[in-house]
């Protein structure tokens, strides 16, 4: 159980397009789904917060006219990148908290490598 | 400033081995800590977690110590495999602001 997915698992992208990926909870129902992005050796930064039906809280740093984020249900958020430049290269992971059962643990999808030449 | 740091970005162990990876904070009040283990090109896995008002916690070959005092947990894998090799991953709890926040990891490596 609890098992969050991620589509696409990889995209190349020319820069100033934009790029869509979705992140779903399979198994279960999510009110916080969390997006980080990863860069080569480095730590998961915390992107922003997503709550269904409500707009995303982003960390300081991330701009949210860039970065849309969209969480319409229970089961679904997607990160949108927005004219995409070789800068916004990255591992993008995505997670997801239950609202049930064990609260106090994200879930995480298997992430989702761009590519922006 | 905060900060959570991880004590090496690699470590190489024997096969049967006992590895220690070490997780310290600064300026955080975590409810609870979490280790996950990172296989390259994938998401985090959960392993463990251990709450404030636990010392350790143990499943099967993982144990985990968390000393708030020290603000410090240590993860161990006895008897290790080169299955075991992989980035861990500690995470704290920013508490009240119901989110996670990671370190950098640490590469384990387990030659046979």
């Known amino acids: 159980g609890a098992v969050v997915s991620q589509h696409p698992s990889w995209v190349i992208c020319k820069s100033g397009t934009s790029v869509k990926i979705e992140c779903r909870s399979l198994?279960?129902?999510?009110?916080?789904m969390f997006w980080y992005r990863q860069f080569p050796k480095q730590s998961l930064m915390l992107m922003a917060t997503s709550n269904e039906g409500s707009k995303a809280t982003y960390e300081q740093g991330v701009e949210k006219d860039k970065f849309l984020i969209n969480h319409a249900s229970l089961t679904l958020s997607t990160l949108t990148v927005t004219s995409a430049h070789p800068e916004d290269s990255s591992f993008y992971i995505c997670?997801?908290?239950?609202?049930?059962?064990?609260?106090?643990?994200?879930?995480f999808g298997p992430g989702t490598r761009l590519t922006v030449l | 400033s905060q900060k959570i740091e991880q004590n090496s970005e690699a470590l190489n162990i024997q096969e049967g081995k006992t590895a220690t990876l070490t997780c310290n904070y600064t300026n955080y009040s975590p409810a609870y800590l979490q280790w996950y283990r990172q296989d390259p090109g994938r998401g985090p896995v959960f392993l463990l977690l251990i709450r404030e008002n636990e010392k350790e916690k143990r499943k099967e070959r993982l144990k985990v110590t968390f000393d708030t005092t020290l603000k410090q947990s240590l993860f161990h894998i006895t008897a290790s495999q080169p299955a075991d090799s992989a980035t861990y991953l500690c995470?704290?709890?920013?508490?009240?602001?119901?989110?996670?926040?990671f370190g950098a990891g640490t590469r384990l490596t387990v030659k046979p």
């Open positions: 198994d279960f129902q999510a009110t916080t």
């Open positions: 997670s997801a908290r239950s609202t049930s059962g064990r609260k106090d643990t994200q879930y």
């Open positions: 995470a704290l709890d920013n508490r009240g602001n119901n989110d996670m926040r």
